[in-house]
């Protein structure tokens, strides 16, 4: 199957794998270059990973220059390579930061998505408040804008169709197998993007790479199966970071909800089941994951105010928390106790330590903010959001590099399938970098001028 395919059932000039954000943005460029492009989908509507998520892009845009914010790619750039102590390709990060502008304006003015940047809270690692959605702030309400920008622009999107194998012969790709329902079809094309996603939903290859994680809540989608990695590994493919990987520690419990990072960043804490604190919540929720599972029972309770729950409102899944009762208020510290089950003489203390200016014992600086009555609280475990490692590409074309050094000619990976700009383990991801990978890859390998091979 490496050498040559079977005869082709069908043949299409640029075949794109996973129709997620990364997907869908390639097939909106290749689109709009002229290309005939063909998507297919596992899942019956498009909605992997982008749908779990916030849906929060981070770019440097006019947007930001609306609202009265100074920002680089430079300054971008640096910041991202400083979350992952610079363990990532430095090229790599330049072109994606560069790049995230550029894709988010086009999409706004091209395709009419609504994007605003979220101005009233700062993420751990920006130091610029660049974070842009559209107005749920959803992923849901993403992945279903792209998907309805790809239907009016004619890109044919098969949904119900896996793809299980790769052809390969050298240095290019020939095409792939999918099956669909009861049928296996041999698709043909002229170039191919791989926007599979990871492999976060393989817990051989989870249990494999990032052992550290293997126990947790798996909450992207289950579909993320690895297929780029094992494709690497049959056809020679570069690979790296594949330890790499977004967790969050902040999934309201059992609910199975995300809680906006807001929570903390506004000057809410995180203690454990007996009342303490027991880390620098600012470090970042990708980090918060390990933390909070090695609390006792695996779990946390989210500390914050009304003021706090009034700026996480914006989030939909915030919403939908307080709708299912995971969300729980009180007047007083006693009553905080009772509808926690945490001990009131602990969390007296707890709260009477957070400092007003300065640093406390874990190096935190809550600046001006403090926690009044009335308390909000909910409980928390740690989950793995999706993996960060993948395929090799060349910064500039977003084509996968082969072990051998050489790029493949017409093979392309972008989002989760591509190795992104969090360097090794869990600590190197700065805030949106999954979709910032998305984004600005599936970009850069849609418009990315090519050869058509025959």
């Known amino acids: 199957m490496k050498a040559q395919a ?21 097939a909106l460029a290749a689109k709009e270059a002229g290309e005939e492009v063909l998507v297919i989908e596992a899942d019956p509507v498009p909605s992997g990973s982008t749908a779990l998520s916030a849906g929060l892009i981070p770019a440097v845009t006019r947007f930001q220059t609306a609202a009265g914010i100074e920002d680089t790619a430079e300054r971008f750039a640096a910041d991202i390579q400083k979350k992952a102590k610079n ?3 430095p090229a ?3 072109a994606m930061a560069a790049t995230s502008g550029n894709v988010i304006e ?24 660049r974070m842009h959605g559209l107005p749920s702030r959803s992923g849901r309400e993403l992945i279903d804008r792209l998907r309805f920008a790809a239907e009016a622009q004619g890109i044919d999107i098969v949904t119900n169709r896996r793809a299980e194998s790769l052809f390969t012969a050298g240095n290019r790709a020939l095409g792939i197998a999918a099956r669909g329902p ?10 191919l993007i791989l926007a599979c996603n990871g492999y976060g939903g393989n817990r051989g290859l989870v249990a494999r790479h990032m052992p550290e994680i293997e126990g947790a809540l798996w909450f992207g989608h289950p579909g993320n199966q690895g297929e780029a990695i094992t494709w690497a590994e049959e056809h020679g493919l570069a690979t790296s970071h594949l330890g790499a990987y977004q967790g969050h520690g902040n999934v309201a419990h059992p609910h199975g909800i995300l809680i906006s990072w807001a929570v903390i960043m506004e000057g809410g804490i995180q203690v454990n089941l007996r009342g303490e604190r027991f880390w620098d919540e600012s470090q970042g929720y990708s980090e918060a994951a ?18 706090i729950a009034a700026i996480a409102r914006q989030f939909e899944d915030f919403k939908q928390a307080e709708s299912q009762g995971a969300i729980r208020m009180a007047q007083t510290i006693f009553e905080l106790s009772e509808v926690t089950g945490l ?22 600086d809550f600046g001006s903010h403090g926690l009044e009555a009335p308390f909000v609280a909910v409980k928390v475990t740690g989950a793995l959001f999706h993996t960060q490692g993948g395929l090799v590409i060349d910064p500039a074309t977003a084509r996968v590099r082969r072990i051998s050094g050489e790029l493949m000619e017409n093979l392309y990976a972008v989002g989760g399938a591509a ?7 869990d600590s190197g991801y700065l805030s949106g970098n999954g979709l910032l990978s998305a984004f600005s890859l599936g970009w850069i390998a849609g418009s990315a001028p090519h050869t058509v091979l025959s």
């Open 92 to 94: 790599l990060v330049a």
């Open 106 to 129: 086009w999409l706004a003015d091209r395709h009419g998505l609504p994007f605003s940047v979220v101005t009233n809270f700062d993420y751990p690692g920006h130091s610029r408040r």
């Open 290 to 307: 390990r933390a909070v599972l090695a609390q006792p029972e695996g779990v946390a309770w989210a500390i914050f105010d009304a003021r």
């Open 182 to 191: 009861g049928e296996l079809e041999i698709i043909g094309c002229a170039r």
């Open 419 to 425: 190795c992104g700009v969090s360097g090794a383990g």
């Open 6 to 26: 079977p005869a082709f059932d069908l043949e299409v000039q640029t075949l794109i794998i996973g129709a997620g954000a990364a997907g869908l943005t390639a």
């Open 343 to 364: 001990p009131a003489e602990a969390l007296t203390e707890t709260l009477a330590a957070i400092p007003q200016g300065g640093k406390d014992a874990f190096g935190r």
């Open 87 to 89: 363990q990532n390709d």
